[in-house]
């Protein structure tokens, strides 16, 4: 099976920009979850989508947006885009049914995006 | 609120001996899961490990091994027989709707 895939791999932007990111989870899996990881805040939850609805959303301004598609595939989007957002975004599927707390997030191998 | 605490930035281990890395979490919630990533330079979060909190016995894989204390709220990561590509950042994370990761803990092999 293969896993969760991510493009691009690598992104340079400059400030005002904006960038699209995708994700496409394993399959079968109908829940995608985004992080963002910076070396000062570590790892942060962006938000969920199950069955192409936000099921869960972190603390990011309206800046970060996010949508699923029918396929399960995701994108994220970052407008206007700032020095400090420059991270590690990693995205992660699961099954995402019922009982939660017993679904492990499988994650791929992340966007690192730079703005100068 | 969840929250999960690594006190541990880094630790180095001897070449096939055993490291535990240290976790602690808190919640409200009676229904919990808990995890461990590894992280090496690359980016990538590898699975390692889940217990859940209904779990009666220690969750294993292979050399991992999750020490559960349940009334200390500790989820302990045991890595036997260390090897050098054991080498990487280590994160405990709980699940509640979504993952909360601790701040992780920089794991070194000697050989």
């Known amino acids: 099976k293969a896993g969760v895939t991510q493009t691009p791999r690598y992104l340079i932007k400059t400030r005002g920009q904006q960038v699209t990111l995708s994700c496409s989870p394993i399959?079968?899996?109908?829940?995608v979850s985004w992080y963002q990881q910076t070396p000062g805040q570590g790892l942060q939850f962006l938000f969920e989508y199950f069955s192409e609805t936000q099921r869960n959303k972190g603390n990011f301004p309206g800046r970060f947006s996010g949508r699923q598609f029918s396929n399960s595939r995701s994108e994220m989007n970052v407008s206007t885009l700032e020095l400090g957002d420059s991270a590690l975004f990693l995205c992660a599927s699961s099954w995402g049914g019922k009982g939660g707390y017993q679904d492990t997030q499988y994650f791929g191998p992340g966007t690192r995006l730079t703005v100068l | 609120a969840q929250k999960i605490t690594q006190t541990q930035p880094g630790m180095f281990v001897q070449e096939k001996e055993a490291v535990t890395l240290d976790c602690t979490y808190d919640t409200s919630d009676p229904s919990y899961g808990l995890f461990w990533y590894k992280q090496p330079s690359s980016g990538e979060m590898i699975f390692l490990i889940y217990q859940g909190s209904y779990d009666q016995q220690n969750a294993t894989e292979g050399r991992y091994s999750l020490n559960f204390q349940k009334a200390r709220k500790s989820a302990n990561l045991v890595i036997s027989a260390s090897q050098l590509g054991d080498s990487a950042m280590y994160f405990c994370a709980m699940i509640g709707g979504k993952l909360i990761f601790g701040q992780g803990t920089e794991l070194s092999v000697k050989p």
């Open positions: 399959s079968g899996h109908r829940s």
